[in-house]
């Protein structure tokens, strides 16, 4: 079994800043690529950014240089430092991760339960 965690998520004020963490535990061999994906109310999910285990990180145009991903392979941990919060970027916040149990296998996808970031005065 994997288990991908969420935490960081919670109420700021428009201009704020907040860091998500998402942990991945379990059997784990490998691990893709990582990424953040949010849905508002309302609306569907849509992708945040993603970061590959190596290579360019890819953003949405609406979080490009408000936002940063970022991994530590060692501790299976993806990151989003969102900066310059605005009351549209309230959301649940998804983290997902490609990963497979053993050699051989094709990768799968696992998400986190989310966290709601709330920006609001």
């Known amino acids: 079994q994997v288990q991908l965690v969420e935490s960081g998520g919670g109420l700021v004020q428009p201009g704020g800043s907040l860091r998500l963490s998402c942990a991945a535990s379990?059997?784990?061999?490998?691990?893709?690529?990582m990424g953040w994906y949010r849905q508002a109310p309302g609306k569907q999910r849509e992708l945040v950014a993603s970061?590959?285990?190596?290579?360019?990180?890819n953003y949405a145009d609406s979080m490009k240089g408000r936002f940063t991903i970022s991994r530590d392979n060692a501790k299976n941990t993806v990151y989003l430092q969102m900066n310059s919060l605005k009351p549209e970027d309230t959301a649940v916040y998804y983290c997902?991760?490609?990963?497979?149990?053993?050699?051989?296998?094709?990768?799968?996808?696992?998400w986190g339960q989310g966290t709601q970031v709330t920006v609001s005065s």
């Open positions: 997902n991760a490609d990963l497979r149990h053993r050699v051989g296998v094709p990768y799968s996808r696992y």
């Open positions: 379990g059997s784990i061999f490998s691990m893709n690529a």
């Open positions: 970061i590959p285990s190596g290579g360019n990180t």
